[in-house]
């Protein structure tokens, strides 16, 4: 990729934003798309919030306002399908909208209509894998997945993987992008829910809710527990607090029409009331616990 890269990211919202501050601290230049007008100005606010912040607890680079401003353009989607070409060349279109497949299939089917072979197209996926979306996509060898996990400023790490189709190109210049942006790549040929790292923690927080659900503990003696045992700094509803239980509703509601209701309903039953009241975490300030 030359040094003129430009990124465009579907979807600004809580991961989205994050992608899009991460990008731009490093010197790329971000196009962030979103139907809602409001999600973008949010968007916006929140890198130029945390740009000093995270600049001085070494998370990003040293970097000024105006050149976050230089380098952003907010635009809502319909005006990028209209006629993608008046951005000049995209070497990145990457979807971050909620976990639904239904809506992502459909997304990525209109990107790939609207944008060449030589842009790679990749979805910011946490359960689904590629393979679910690439016969959905024009010149699939240009797709993938490169996933990010939040705080995306703190854990620096990103998955990066293929789909049968997916050409070695397209993960070594997905690769070298992690790693311009300050994230480490992980890179995984073989397709596999929830990809490394979340494959794991899904037994950790399911564990968790398990016992939430059999009046075992409560929340904050579950994470005292695991953060004293462990010596990690975060437990496992701090975890999920971070992740946004709105998305891990979405992502144990697409578990149980893989795995069954008998496993995952009592658990998605404790996360829907906080959903419902608008408590999604530490993005909203409420979730397990308050911030």
């Not at 700094?233 to 975890?239: K, R």
Request: glycine share 8%; net charge negative.
């Amino acid at each position: 990729m030359q040094s003129t890269e430009t990124v465009v990211i579907v979807g600004a919202g809580w991961t989205g934003r994050q992608i899009a501050g991460q990008m731009l601290s490093f010197g790329l230049r971000v196009i962030l798309c979103d139907p809602h007008r409001r999600a973008l100005d949010a968007s916006a606010e929140w890198i130029m919030e945390n740009l000093e912040p995270f600049a001085s607890e070494g998370h990003w680079p040293k970097c000024s306002a105006s050149e976050i401003h230089e380098n952003l353009q907010l635009l809502e989607l319909d005006s990028l399908l209209g006629e993608p070409s008046r951005y000049g060349r995209i070497e990145l279109v990457l979807e971050s909208v909620p976990e639904q497949a239904a809506l992502k299939r459909r997304l990525l089917k209109e990107l790939s209509e609207a944008f060449g072979p030589e842009t790679i197209l990749a979805s910011n996926s946490s359960y689904f894998v590629p393979s679910t979306f690439s016969r959905h996509v024009k010149a699939p060898e240009r797709y993938a997945h490169f996933h990010f996990h939040v705080p995306i400023w703190k854990a620096t790490v990103v998955d990066v993987a293929a789909c049968p189709q997916t050409a070695k190109e397209t993960l070594d210049r997905l690769t070298r992008l992690a790693i311009k942006i300050g994230q480490t790549p992980i890179v995984q040929t073989v397709e596999n829910s929830g990809y490394i790292f979340n494959a794991m923690l899904k037994s950790v927080l399911r564990s968790a809710l398990e016992l939430l659900d059999r009046g075992i503990a409560d929340p904050a003696q579950i994470d005292l527990a695991w953060t004293k045992a462990t010596g990690m700094p975060t437990g496992p509803f701090g975890i999920m607090d971070q992740i946004g239980l709105d998305l891990m509703l979405q992502t144990m509601s697409n578990a149980r029409f893989v795995e069954g209701d008998q496993v995952w309903s009592p658990l998605i039953a404790r996360i829907e009331p906080l959903v419902d009241a608008g408590h999604l975490g530490v993005k909203t300030g409420q979730g397990f616990f308050k911030y």
